[in-house]
T-cell receptor, first 111, second 113 residues
Framework: DTAVSQTPKYLVTQMGNDKSIKCEQNLGHDTMYWYKQDSKKFLKIMFS???????INETVPNRFSPKSPDKAHLNLHINSLELGDSAVYFC??????????FGSGTRLTVV | KQEVTQIPAALSVPEGENLVLNCSFT??????LQWFRQDPGKGLTSLLLIQSSQREQTSGRLNASLDKSSGRSTLYIAASQPGDSATYLC????????????FGKGTKLTVNP
């Protein structure tokens, strides 16, 4: 039973398209995140939601828009995709006393 | 601003060797520190979580220590095996309501049979 699941696992799309990545957690955690791992494998936070409320919005182009319909879901929509958006996107959830749990990642390739 | 540094960036050892991975962070005001492993093309697997009030945590052949005052953590791997080959990431959860995990760049470990 996967704790943090994100779909799709792989996404190949053309420049200019709009795409979404979905994430769901069944751990009952209050906080969910989107992280981006670039080609150099460095992980950097993009967004954080706590109980459906946006609490962190790092310096991310406004083409990226997160949406949290409920505490267990955090989706990421990307408009007008660019080549530089190619990366692995990780969803995660956390609760202070148990730490973070990450999804398996979505490898986005923009061609 | 919290920064996390991991040394070395890469490490290659023969099977059976005990090894230590190092992590340092610039701001000692943290809730906890978490070690992860990432296999190529895969997600992050949590290995150990150390709360700020704790000094160490152990799981099997892994032992992680935390010295919050000096901003250091170590991950000790005993009797290394080829299956331990992966990138090991250290991350801290800062206090102050920032609600985000700050990662180091990782140590890529290769255990040679």
């Amino acid at each position: 039973d996967t704790a943090v699941s994100q779909t799709p696992k792989y996404l190949v799309t053309q420049m200019g398209n709009d795409k979404s990545i979905k994430c769901e957690q069944n751990l009952g955690h209050d906080t969910m995140y989107w992280y981006k791992q670039d080609s150099k494998k460095f992980l950097k936070i993009m967004f954080s939601y706590n109980n459906k409320e946006l609490i962190i919005n790092e310096t991310v182009p406004n083409r990226f828009s997160p949406k949290s319909p409920d505490k267990a879901h955090l989706n990421l929509h990307i408009n007008s995709l660019e080549l530089g958006d190619s990366a692995v996107y990780f969803c995660a959830s956390s609760q202070e006393e148990v730490g973070y749990t990450f999804g398996s990642g979505t490898r986005l390739t923009v061609v | 601003k919290q920064e996390v540094t991991q040394i070395p960036a890469a490490l290659s050892v023969p099977e059976g060797e005990n090894l230590v991975l190092n992590c340092s962070f610039t701001d000692s005001a943290i809730y906890n520190l978490q070690w992860f492993r990432q296999d190529p093309g895969k997600g992050l697997t949590s290995l150990l979580l150390i709360q700020s009030s704790q000094r160490e945590q152990t799981s099997g052949r892994l032992n992680a220590s935390l010295d919050k005052s000096s901003g250091r953590s170590t991950l000790y791997i005993a009797a290394s095996q080829p299956g331990d080959s992966a990138t090991y990431l250290c991350a801290v959860f800062p206090q102050g309501g920032s609600e985000k995990l700050v990662f180091g760049k990782g140590t890529k470990l290769t255990v040679n049979p």
